[in-house]
Each structure stands twice: as C-alpha cells, then as structure tokens.
C-alpha cells in the first residue's frame, strides 16, 4: 500500500481533493487532484525481484526522474506492471528523492496437467487455456480458464462438469498446475415438443430447428446437445420456415429446456403462434432519390401478386434494388419494404421506398464466437470494412454468405452505436460447428471387371479454419484401385477466386480374364470466379496421361487403339457455367441447379475434339408438411472430331448414377468381338424423383425414401474398329429404368442405396440393380 503520509510529505504543495490510488495490497484513500506543483525524484530504485530484472521494471512504469508525475501517474504505473502477468503484489512508494518500486514476483508454471479428463484430449484442452507452462501464475487467467474447459465440455453436452485448480511447489517460486476435471455425466434431450402450431405437425418442426432428440448417432453428430444460444437459433429458424410460407404474423410465444436431475435429461418445449397465412398483394417502388429509375428496379422485383408470402423474396428484392442503387453512386441509399396486410384477403401489399438515408460510416467489425475459424476468414465474406459507408443489404449479403459456408451453427449480425453519432460498430457472433467429414461408397458390377466396388475418403471444408477445402479419396474393386487428392483455396491471391487442383490415378488389371492391364493417372488446374451470386464461371486445365499392356496379337480390350502410341495423353482446357439457386445445400425443397460445359482437347497431347455438355436439376416441395420433395434432372452433350481420329477414351461415357439399373458404362455402343463398351458422341438423360421422410422412423435420425424414373441414351461412334469386329449401339435407343431409393443423411457423409429394375434396354446392356454410394444433388 503507499502511505498517504509518505506523498503527502514528498509533494507538500498540492492542493487538496479526494482521490485513489490502486496498488497490490488494496486501495487506499488519497488526497491528490489539483496539482499546485508537481512532485519529482532524481532516481527510480527497484526491490524484491529476482527473475525479472530492474530494467524492466522501469521500463513497465511511466514515471521518469527529473520529471513531473501525480498520482494518477503512480496508478498507471501500478496497473501496467499488473498487466505484464510477472507480479501478484506491487507497491510503489515515495521516500526523500527516491522511488521505491517494490515487488513480489508471481510464482513460475513449470509444468501445466490435465487429470481425470477423457472426452475432451489433453492437446484440445492445452490449445483453449491461456495458463501455459514457464508462464507466470495468474490467478485471475487461471479462473478464465476454469471456465473456457467449462464451456468445451458444454458444448459436448457435459453441462454439470466441475473444475478444481490444484497447485503444487517444486522449487523457490516455481509450481506444477493441475486442472482436476470431473466430467460428469452427458446431458441428452428426450424430447422436443411443440404447443400451438396447426399448420405443420411436430415432426415437420423437428426437421426445421437445429437440436434434436437424443438417439443412436447423437455420439457423433453431437446435435442433441442443449445451450441457450442454440435455442434462440432454433427460434430464428422457426421463423423463418413460417415468414417463407406465408405466415408474416407468426411469432414464438417462449421457450424452455427443462433438465430432469433424475434421468439428466432436458424436455424442450416450443410454445408458438401461426396467425394467418397471407399472399402477395400489390407490388411497388418508389424512390425519393433525385436521378433513380424507379421503373427500372421494379424489373428487380422477385415476387409476383397472388403468390404466397414469403420473407425471403422481399429480402432478396432488397438487396438487388440496394445493389442497383449503390452501383449508380447512391452508397447511403435506404431500402426500407412497407407492408399493409388485408386481413379479409389475408393479403400483404408491398411498397419498396428508397430514400437517401442517413450518412454512417462503418468504424470497425469485431468478430465473437470463433474459436477456430479465422478472423479474416469471415471478413473477407464483408463486401464492406471500416471507413465504408454502411449499408444494412450487404450487411445482409455478408450474413447469408457466412451461413452458406457451412462453417457455423448459427450466425448473427447486429450493429452498436460507434464513437460518434456517424460511426456504426458492426458485431458478428459466430458458433463454429463439425466441418469435416468420413465417407464410404458401394456398388457391385456384374460381368468382366465387375465385382465389388469400394470407396472412402476424408472431407474438410474449413480446413485448419482457414476456410480451406481438402478431400482425399481411395477406392478399391475386384480389378481396380482410384487415388483422388482435391484441394481449393476460396480466396486466390486475396479476391473471391476459388482456385485449386484435383489430382487422381486409377489402376486397372484385367489380365487374369481378358489380358491386359491399363493405368491412368493426371492432374487439373482450376479457378472460379463469381459472376452474381448465383452464378459462376471455372475454367480449368487437365492433363491426363494412360499407359497401355496387353496382348498385341488379340488385343481383347477397347483400348488396343491406345497401343500404337502408349502412352496416350490429353491436354484439354474447359469452362463451365454454374447456375445456383438451391435454398439449402444438403437437403433443397426449391430452387436449380444446372451448369454448361464446353471443353477443347488438342494443346499437344493425342487426343483432338471439342466437346459440349450440360445438366440441371429442379427442385420443389410436392407436400410442405408431410415434407416431400420432386427433382426433374436432365443431361445432355455432344463431342466434335477436330483430329484425324477419336480415341475411345475422348468419347461419352454414362455412370451408374446417370441411368440407375445400368452398370458404369453399361449402356451405348459396344464392340461385339471383345464386348467391351467404346463410348458414344451424343447422350441424353431425364430423371424424376420424389423423396419422402420414413413413416415411423424419427426425422432426426436423417433417414429418407426415394422413388425415380430415369431414361436416356448414349448413341454415335467415332472410333474407328477392326474390319471383323462391329460396334452396336450406335442408334439412339431409349433406356429407362423405375426403382426406389434410401437415403441417409449420416455423421459420415450422405449415403444412399438404390435399387432400379430397367423397363427398356438392349440385349447387349449391362444390368447393375443395386448401388451403394455418396448421395449428391447432379
């Protein structure tokens, strides 16, 4: 403590006021305000320390001899030596001339354990605390980290968990640190019930929030795990499911997660309110902005009169006429929608006004809740940074980027009052959540080459949390074995270029059955680049090379063209197009998704052709509540010869996936004299689908059925064939084929098995009626 007396001997003329100053024993009262003249000492002396040295106790403080200081000086001093983390008691004291900085050094952590801890791992657990080893002993981080092991081990569902800090001495001021963990037992959610909605049952509610029941998987997944913050998303998700299908006054009454001691158990009950389901009314735009074309943004307008209401369309429409008005040189532009329900029609007529608004500028962005994403990972999806104008669309734009992304549960964005009237302080909280991922895939293909066909790979989309994706894939079969490594960096050189490079081999060995054996093996370049929002553009290089052995005198494989110049080389370039309206990437109940390509071959290499394709697939919801989605899919592309020849592996191939109940390259043209498939010029494909949640299997278990039709061909042949062989299949006749489906949204990856029956085919194809594999949207 400094003695009151001591300064005020020191500093004899100094004019009377209350005052504190803080030092390491307590707080003392002290008379100091209104400096009549001003204290110095010739000399600064330091005592008590030991392993810090004098230098750097002076250096932490802010008094300098031979220079005036008060003491709010002192205090200042007094709190920087506190905040160097060395010392648990410093006192600073006045005497004569003199200086006298007394210490007492903070005990010195040798070693930093975790006991009784097993559902969280001792590196996590060493990666959150603060308390690290050769560090000084802080009680006050020490306490902070109690309560960060605290709320890992809540977010895995272990909210009872009890942290002790034992302490041990080994040496003159050094100690070994221990967190005694007893982890407790895991809460679980028995049930999630809903009071008050008529519109949708419970178990359509169920699909919608993001907690759900406890069940066989939740070990894994990890989303039966109860937080207040998880239970405001749920709200939020709730409302937005109801805003988007027409209910503009719903509203959620409360909600509350009681926990059971007995079972540890939470029931968690939702109490809402529908209210009325409303359509579109009027549409219009005004504007009070000199120089906008208000007839030019009404073509901006997403939704339609007579339409069902839906939150989402007024947003977008918001945030394409607040884009259009910010490109003309209006960034302060306001958007602001202005409804006026018709409760006899329950109908909501919509006037969009742009006005200038205020002038504010944003001051800065502060980041909450990542804990291992990167900041500059969710910046960089801000089209705006400090010193900006603020714009509450692309605040809006940047909120449904973040979300897409996949990195987080949850994603909130609201504003704060900055330093000055004209200032906004923009505040993201983020929830991290699982981004990676295991996956298996299985098939079975009869005939040569067929068999039992395997793959696994490992999945992360938010690598190391810098928002990085990396895949790497084996597969294995009776005669087969594929390597895949797939790495994009989203952000190239800093802009929002998505570059990266696939590379891949595959080993094939039919020696055994038809003599001979093929490797091919190769590497793509590739960049996307945002053309809207929606839509897209990549271009990519590929260079793929193929080694060729077999029996030259019978040559009984579709690729004897291949011997004459093993090994055989492609070096192509490509562009497609992407269109991307889907409303959610795992499971869409609306929206498309198509793409185009066209490709030239013909940079060296053998091969030389140009080659265009496409597909898209529309989504949209058959039954709201009893969740059943339809798909129409369709496909189609043709390859020109710019060569003197084609190569059977230039030409067209169609999947298992294309037309289920078909092997891999089981339907098209065939050579007869080795019965090996050579590929086709042309191919078209048409696909519809309904999928459906199991009756009397729980929703959240992530289980779903599928019934499809599928039909397409594969025709034309380019490559040339020996003079006592023939190629079949060369006409465009029609496949088609019916079958059910199951599917399962599980902590590996979606899976899927189908089962497809072909109802028209030809006598040469190849049938394949169950498949095993990663369910995908094309």
Excluded: C
């Excluded at 200042?76 to 006045?94: E, H, K, M, P, W």
């Excluded at 996956?439 to 938010?462: Q, V």
């Excluded at 001979?516 to 553009?537: H, K, M, N, W």
């Excluded at 390509?597 to 030389?608: M, Q, R, V």
């Amino acid at each position: 403590m400094i003695a009151g007396s001591r300064f005020l001997t020191a500093v004899s003329a100094v004019a009377l006021s209350a005052g504190m100053v803080t030092t390491g024993a307590g707080v003392a009262m002290l008379a100091s305000a209104s400096v009549a003249q001003a204290a110095t000492v010739s000399r600064i002396e330091v005592r008590g320390g030991t392993r810090v040295s004098p230098e750097t106790v002076r250096a932490n403080i802010s008094i300098v001899p031979g220079k005036p200081f008060s003491g709010a000086d002192i205090d200042a001093s007094v709190r920087r030596l506190y905040q160097t983390g060395y010392f648990s008691d410093v006192t600073i004291n006045v005497a004569g001339s003199t200086l006298v900085v007394t210490v007492k050094e903070a005990q010195l952590i040798n070693q930093v354990v975790f006991n009784g801890n097993s559902k969280i791992k001792d590196d996590k657990l060493q990666s959150i605390v603060k308390t690290k080893a050769l560090g000084p002993y802080n009680e006050a981080t020490v306490q902070a980290d109690v309560q960060t092991i605290k709320d890992a081990y809540a977010a895995t569902g272990r909210s009872d968990v009890t942290v002790e800090v034992k302490t041990a001495p080994i040496a003159e001021g050094r100690i070994n640190l221990a967190f005694q963990i007893n982890e407790g037992e895991r809460t679980k959610i028995k049930d999630i019930s809903f009071e008050g909605n008529s519109a949708y049952s419970n178990n359509r509610l169920r699909s919608v929030i993001l907690t759900k029941e406890s069940g066989i998987f939740s070990f894994l997944t990890r989303k039966d795990v109860y937080s207040p913050e998880k239970l405001q998303a749920d709200e939020e998700a709730l409302r937005q499911f109801y805003y988007n299908r027409g209910y503009a006054d719903f509203r959620v009454v409360s909600s509350s997660a009681d926990l059971d001691p007995a079972t540890n158990q939470y029931n968690i009950k939702f109490v809402v309110e529908e209210g009325p389901r409303y359509d579109f009314g009027a549409i219009n735009v005004e504007s009070t902005v000199e120089g906008v074309n208000v007839e030019d943004l009404k073509g901006l307008v997403v939704s339609r009169q007579g339409e069902i209401y839906k939150a989402k369309d007024v947003q977008d429409t918001m945030s394409a006429i607040s884009r259009r008005v910010a490109a003309q040189g209006y960034p302060f532009a306001r958007v602001t929608p202005r409804g006026n329900r018709d409760f006899g029609s329950h109908t909501i007529a919509v006037d969009y006004l742009v006005d200038q608004g205020e002038r504010a500028y944003v001051e800065r962005i502060d980041i909450r809740g990542n804990t291992r994403t990167r900041d500059y990972v969710i910046r960089r999806e801000f089209d705006i940074s400090e010193g900006d104008a603020f714009n509450q669309e692309m605040i809006a734009s940047a909120k449904r980027r973040l979300e897409a992304l996949g990195y987080f549960s949850s994603v909130n964005i609201s504003t704060q009052q900055g330093s000055a009237a004209d200032r906004v302080v923009v505040v993201v909280d983020v929830q991290d959540q699982s981004t990676g991922s295991f996956g298996i895939g299985a098939g079975y293909a009869a005939g040569s080459g067929g068999g039992l066909l395997l793959e696994a790979s490992i999945e992360e989309k938010n690598f190391l949390g810098r928002g990085q994706y990396i895949r790497l894939a084996a597969g294995r079969g009776e005669n087969s074995k594929t390597y895949n490594l797939s790495f994009t960096e989203p952000y190239f050189l800093g802009y929002r270029l998505a570059a990266g490079f696939d590379v891949f081999k595959n080993e094939n060995d039919f020696k055994d059955d038809d003599n001979y054996s093929y490797e091919d093996q190769g590497f793509s370049l590739r960049v996307t680049a945002p053309i809207t929002e929606r839509l897209s553009s990549t271009f990519r290089y590929t260079f793929t090379q193929l080694d060729y052995s077999g029996d030259q005198s019978e040559l009984a494989s579709p690729y004897r063209h291949v011997v004459r110049g093993s090994p055989w080389t492609r070096s192509a370039v490509s562009q497609t197009l992407t269109y991307n309206t889907l409303d959610d990437a795992q499971l869409p109940h609306g929206g498309m998704l198509a793409s185009f390509t066209h490709e030239y071959a013909g940079l060296g290499g053998t091969s030389d052709y140009y080659k265009v394709s496409g597909k898209a697939k529309l989504y949209y919801t058959l039954n709201d509540e009893a969740d059943i989605i339809g798909s129409l899919a369709g496909s189609a592309g043709h390859i020109f010869k710019t060569g003197s020849q084609m190569e059977v592996f230039d030409q067209f191939q169609l999947g298992n996936s294309d037309i289920r109940g078909f092997e891999r390259n089981g339907v098209g043209p065939r050579s007869l004299k080795y019965d090996n498939a050579i590929g086709g010029t042309t191919y078209f494909t048409a696909s519809a689908e309904a999928t459906f949640p199991i009756p009397g299997v729980s929703r959240d278990a992530g289980f779903r059925g599928a019934i499809f039709a599928d039909a397409g061909t594969l025709y034309g042949n380019d490559v040339p064939v020996t003079k006592d062989d023939r190629v079949v299949g060369t006409d465009a006749s029609l496949r088609a084929s019916v079958g059910i489906g199951l599917i399962w949204a599980s902590p590996f990856g979606p899976l899927r098995v189908d089962y497809a029956v072909p109802i028209a085919k030809r006598d040469y194809d190849r049938v394949q009626n169950l498949k095993l594999g990663i369910s995908s949207q094309f």
